[in-house]
């Protein structure tokens, strides 16, 4: 069974940091790459970061390089997003999702097989 569960959510003042967590199922984090997107209101939705189940590397959007780290916890079977200086721009639903590309595409949600079910960040100012 196939399953990403996200936590860590809320609300968080500008300036602020939110760790948001993904739990995979064992057969997801074993051989898939993990990513965060998210979909703010009446935006389409767009890549936040990725780790590869390999080597652990990462791969960032420009919009948050710096700001935020994702990693990985092999024994828990579980990604991490840790976001720090949110901004306003930053709200939106933040989605957990499992993909077996690594390289060109990484950053489209069309490349990846399945998805969690989201939790909401709200930065205010």
């Not at 939110?18 to 790459?33: G, M």
């Not at 990725?50 to 080597?55: L, N």
């Not at 939106?92 to 950053?107: F, K, M, P």
Request: charged residues 20%; glycine residues 10%; hydrophobic residues 35%.
């Amino acid at each position: 069974q196939v399953q990403l569960v996200e936590s860590g959510g809320g609300l968080v003042q500008a300036g602020g940091s939110l760790r948001l967590s993904c739990a995979a199922s064992r057969r997801v984090f074993s051989s898939y790459n993990l990513g965060w997107f998210r979909q703010a209101p009446g935006k389409e939705r767009e890549f936040v970061a990725a780790v590869s189940w390999s080597d652990a590397g990462t791969y960032y959007a420009d919009s948050v390089k710096g700001r935020f780290t994702m990693s990985r916890d092999n024994v828990k079977n579980t990604v991490y997003l840790q976001m720090h200086s949110l901004n306003p721009e930053d709200t939106a639903v933040y989605y957990c999702a499992a993909t077996r590309r690594w390289g060109h595409g990484l950053e489209s949600r069309d490349e990846y097989d399945y998805w969690g079910q989201g939790t909401q960040v709200t930065v205010s100012s």
